[in-house]
């Protein structure tokens, strides 16, 4: 069972039963985060050695991009809970590694399985280069200082994320405070309003820049987010310009040059400091064909496997069910 590891609905459905293995085998995971770490963590459990690598310095993956944006910091304690499960387990974590096929191919290992991510994708605007430009890493991950006018390039999931970044200044969140929250939407007690949340007594905090999202198709922009969550987004980013149907003619000193439509009219500049791409993912997975071409079985999960809009119950699901199968 090489390539791709697909769930089919019955698999996405069904229970899951770790059985201990006949037969022990050394297997190898590259990345460490949900797919990676959910992989590793149910073969060690099944009685297979496991080694588990990651380039970065610590586990998580996006998981700890995530986690710094304002309400979704219920990520760190899914990164508490895997740092023990892994400090519990036989696993041999490798961090600070940037493996090659060549280590993978002279350790012998019995398969590989790519839980490699993704990385930004290109989308190959003139100008891009400039010091205006951010990506999103950038911005999470490496704390890049942002100024006060900026256009978000992308409007799914990464790109509503990080406008909320923005949006209170640099991730401050009312989420752990419950004070805080509850007078930010208005959530009082059901006797006093009708539902228990009161449209005159939310306090709602103003944005700390202006943050518009730019998409290039047409249609609602965040039509994929959560059904539960979306309206918090909009909320959050209210007062925030969305504008679809956009083409990105141009980056330079004076900001990002747009037009509108299939006939590129109305040509304007956007005067920002700064461009923060956002424009999705592709799958990184340059280690699949020279581990398959030296007979290595591979197996590819995670945002290797499927980029698009990154989903963490996705991932985790795909990495113990493969896991399970081996």
Not at 22 to 51: C, M, Q, W, Y
Not at 84 to 98: I, P, W, Y
Not at 288 to 295: F, I
Request: aromatic content about 6%; hydrophobic content about 40%.
């Amino acid at each position: 069972m090489s390539g791709s590891y697909i769930l089919k609905q019955d698999e996405q459905l069904s229970g899951l039963n770790y059985e201990k293995t006949e037969t022990v085998r050394r297997f190898a995971v590259i990345g460490a985060g949900p797919a990676g770490l959910s992989t590793a963590l149910v073969l060690n459990e099944r009685g297979h050695k496991v080694d588990l690598y990651d380039r970065a310095d610590k586990i998580g993956g996006q998981l700890n991009m995530a986690a710094a944006i304002p309400g979704k910091e219920e990520f760190f304690e899914m990164l508490r809970y895997y740092t023990r499960q892994l400090e519990l387990s036989t696993v041999d974590l490798k961090l600070g590694t940037d493996v090659s096929e060549s280590l993978l191919i002279d350790e012998g290992y019995d398969g590989v399985i790519v839980a490699t991510g993704v990385v930004p994708r290109d989308p190959k605007i003139p100008g891009q280069d400039h010091p205006k430009v951010l990506s999103y890493i950038d911005v999470l991950r490496n704390k890049a200082p942002v100024g006060k006018r900026v256009a978000i390039i992308g409007a799914g999931g990464i790109g509503f994320d990080v406008a909320e970044y923005l949006v209170h200044e640099e991730g401050q969140s009312s989420t752990m405070d419950l004070d805080e929250w509850l007078a930010e939407w208005g959530v009082v007690d059901p006797a006093d309003a009708r539902g228990g949340l009161s449209r005159e007594r939310a306090q709602p905090v103003g944005p700390a820049r202006e943050v518009p999202l730019l998409q290039r198709k047409k249609g609602k922009l965040g039509a994929k987010l959560g059904k539960t969550t979306g309206w918090i987004h909009r909320s959050s980013l209210k007062g925030g310009k969305m504008i679809g149907e956009v083409n990105y003619e141009q980056i330079s000193d004076e900001g990002l040059l747009i037009t509108f439509g299939d006939g590129r009219k109305d040509p304007t500049w956007l005067d920002v400091d700064n461009i923060i791409m956002c424009a999705g993912q592709i799958p990184l997975e340059e280690l699949k064909a020279p581990l398959e071409a030296a007979g290595i079985p591979v197996h590819v999960i995670g945002g290797a496997d499927v980029a698009a809009e990154l989903d963490a119950k996705r991932a985790i699901n795909q990495g113990s069910r493969i896991a399970a199968a081996l």
